[in-house]
């Protein structure tokens, strides 16, 4: 809501242009034919001028946003050689969004295909003339876009210095670029050692810009781990008086975006700190990015805008709420607002389908809505409170999964997620690999590393020798399923593969028949997906027996036949151990098997790992409770769902699968599956059902049946705890 006020808002920094050559739906084939195909030129505000921009739509009516003065001369004769200027250079396109990659043009949008590079003007800038305070006018807000680009090192800085040191302005918000966290900015390095600035400057940074300065932060892995990384990084930067993160670590109020996906909240004004995860429940940091529907300017702008908006909006009422509060509101806002402008993509004034005949570039920006509040887009995010990191602690010690369920509801909300799918652990973050759907954040992880391998393999062809993943579990955990889902996940056609038993090989002759098929396929020009099942198998008495021939195939890519090399080509290897249940316990019991084994040259070949957590809990394995029990609920869902059972509508119109209370119960209670996720989903198959029917305790199969996956007597008596449902 915009409410009426008076103020104002002065917003400064690095000027940039963007400029944008339109390409054309049909590229010329030939140079005669390139009359044909036209193109046009836009420019687009950006760094500072973008910013000014969106707080300016943003911004509650009343209050006047004043930036740098744009010369006339340049909307007479927009000019990237304009020295006045930082200027970026890209290709634009008409694309898709994310999951609709085969729409028709009416449903695409406009937007960056492709980051050409970006020119500087170093020593030679020359500063926009600076906003100013006129008598009489009160400055609720200073905003500056520090990229470290000249700004912040030009005489310009001595006149905002001194804006930000008066007593009028309440708040700071600081956009800086990775260049100004280096300390090439002389403004940041002033403010950051500011007192008086200590509770009142909010930085806004990426998580991309950190890591760029040197900070180690995990990248779209799981949220957990990266908001620990970062709190941790900072907490060494504060101990640390050589660190490039110094000035931004004794901040008191933080805010780090993860792109698209989420922001940390860093709120140290009281003792405890409060920490705050916006999160996207099933993307994470450099999801979007990853995808072919090109890129966008102005994220992290909009999510400063939106900081601005709410700031506004609390000194506009006369709120006396915690600043945090506030701030929270307004990474709200501007996470949707970011996710407008991906969706609404670029608008043009003079149109992006005019041909490109124009003697002067049209100008083009983000539209008038994109900082409009949506509560849709809104819904996506969910939020949970960070703690600080346990020192000296690698791993995340706290899981958003576990605040979901607390223990005297852990049971009923399982039963729940069972029969309604993953939707219904809203606030938990959801990881989806095709068919494969996960909440732990342990799973997920391991889960995530394996795409990435997978993905940036695939993508770098220069990668001639065959890439080599281990996956461990107990049998009938569902190891080849997991790395089969991953890959579907990412390219749908290529999740079968090939599948070799070296339990079944009788002669080294069975594995070079086998390399022949994996270089036949190479040949025709994929990388196959190649699982070798139970390769911790014996071999002619030997534990381990066949790690030796796998050395030269996963160092060199070749195998030898008699005196012949053949080369393999590119592969993907899925080794499926059947003897051991964990990597750690591979390392560690797997040299000691037999003297020769290999172990140690087979393990150092690997480029990566999974641990397949299976429904049995265990220790080491699923270290809590809820992650288990979620786990069993989330497969038990995948196998009822294949199996057609049939639908019921319960409160609020939701829908759930008409499932027996006792039988879910049973599923998700009993202590041990005989064989994994395989005898779970052996008891659904065999269990008297028919597709779009109810599964009530006469459909489950015989005692003597059951007892071949489960402690029948054991899994009947829960059955039999609850009373029968209809």
Not at 379 to 392: A, D, H, I, W, Y
Request: aromatic content about 8%; proline content about 5%; glycine content about 8%.
């Amino acid at each position: 809501m915009r409410s009426a006020n008076t103020g104002l808002v002065v917003v400064t920094g690095d000027p940039t242009i963007d400029w944008a050559v339109m390409l054309p739906d049909h590229r010329c084939p030939t140079m005669e034919e390139r009359l044909n195909s036209a193109a046009t030129t836009h420019w687009h505000w950006g760094g500072s001028l973008g910013l000014h921009e969106l707080v300016r739509l943003a911004t509650p009516s009343g209050i006047t946003v004043r930036g740098q003065e744009i010369p006339i001369d340049f909307f007479t004769e927009p000019s990237s050689y304009d020295d006045r200027f930082h200027h970026s250079f890209n290709i634009i396109q008409f694309l898709p969004l994310p999951g609709n990659e085969n729409s028709s043009k009416i449903d695409r949008r406009v937007r960056v295909r492709e980051f050409l590079g970006f020119h500087s003007q170093g020593e030679n800038f020359k500063p926009l003339t600076q906003p100013k305070i006129e008598d009489g006018e009160d400055l609720s807000l200073l905003i500056i876009d520090d990229a470290g680009l000249g700004f912040g090192n030009s005489n310009a800085r001595h006149h905002i210095f001194k804006m930000a040191e008066s007593n009028g302005a309440p708040w700071l918000v600081i956009k800086l670029g990775t260049r100004a966290l280096k300390g090439e900015s002389i403004l940041w390095q002033k403010l950051s050692s500011s007192p008086r600035r200590e509770k009142q400057i909010i930085p806004v940074v990426t998580a991309a810009s950190l890591r760029e300065i040197g900070a180690s932060i995990s990248r779209g892995l799981s949220w957990e781990r990266s908001a620990q990384d970062v709190l941790s990084e900072l907490k060494r930067a504060e101990r640390s008086p050589n660190s490039a993160l110094r000035g931004l670590a004794n901040k008191k109020l933080i805010v780090v975006s993860f792109g698209l996906s989420g922001a940390l909240i860093i709120d140290r004004t009281e003792i405890p700190s409060r920490n705050l995860l916006y999160f996207h429940r099933e993307y994470t940091e450099g999801t979007w990015e990853k995808s072919e529907t090109g890129s966008m300017f102005g994220y992290t702008q909009a999510l400063a805008a939106g900081i601005a908006n709410s700031l506004l909006e609390q000194k506009a009422q006369g709120a006396s709420e915690q600043p945090r509060i506030a701030i929270a509101r307004g990474v709200h806002l501007g996470l949707a607002a970011m996710l407008a402008i991906r969706d609404l993509g670029f608008e043009a004034e003079q149109g992006f389908d005019k041909p490109g005949n124009n003697r002067r570039p049209g100008k083009m920006s983000l539209g008038e809505t994109c900082m409009t509040e949506n509560t849709d887009r809104k819904n996506q995010f969910k939020s949970t409170q960070v703690p600080e990191p346990k020192l000296g602690s690698e791993l995340p010690t706290w899981s958003i999964l576990s605040r979901f369920a607390p223990p005297d509801s852990l049971e009923s909300e399982a039963v729940n997620v069972a029969l309604q799918g993953s939707d219904r652990l809203e606030g938990v973050p959801v990881a989806r690999f095709n068919k494969l759907i996960t909440a732990d954040w342990h799973e997920i992880e391991g889960l995530r590393i394996v795409q990435n391998l997978i993905s940036e393999y695939i993508s770098d062809r220069t990668k001639a020798k065959p890439r080599s993943i281990a996956v461990f579990g107990r049998p009938g955990d569902g190891k080849s399923f997991a790395v089969r889902e991953v890959v579907k996940s990412l390219y749908p056609d290529r999740g079968n593969g090939l599948t070799f038993n070296l339990s079944q090989f009788e002669s080294v002759a069975n594995l070079v028949d086998a390399l022949h098929q994996v270089r036949d396929r190479a040949l025709e020009g994929e990388a196959p997906l190649v699982f070798w099942d139970e390769f911790d198998s014996h071999f002619q008495g030997t534990p381990l027996g066949w790690l030796p021939y796998f050395l030269s195939p996963m160092q060199d890519g070749a195998f030898q036949q008699g005196e012949i090399v053949h080369p393999i080509g590119r592969a993907i290897f899925v080794f499926a151990g059947g003897t051991y249940h964990r990597y750690a316990e591979f390392v560690k019991r797997a040299g000691k098997a037999a003297t020769n084994s290999k172990a140690p040259d087979f393990a150092s070949r690997l480029q990566g790992y999974l641990d397949v957590v299976g429904p049995n809990s265990g220790p080491g394995q699923h270290e809590e409770e809820a992650g288990w029990m979620f786990h069993r609920a989330l497969l038990l869902n995948h196998f009822l769902n294949d199996a057609g059972i049939g639908k019921k509508v319960v409160e609020n119109h939701k829908e759930e699968l008409d499932v027996d209370e006792g039988v879910v119960r049973a599923f998700l209670g009993v202590k041990k599956y005989n064989h994994g996720a395989r005898s779970m989903h052996t008891i659904v198959d065999i269990s008297r059902l028919h597709r779009g029917g109810r599964f009530g305790r006469a459909n489950l199969p015989h005692k003597t049946l059951l007892n071949l996956h489960v402690n029948a007597d054991r899994f009947l008596e829960i059955v039999r705890e609850v009373p029968p449902s209809i």
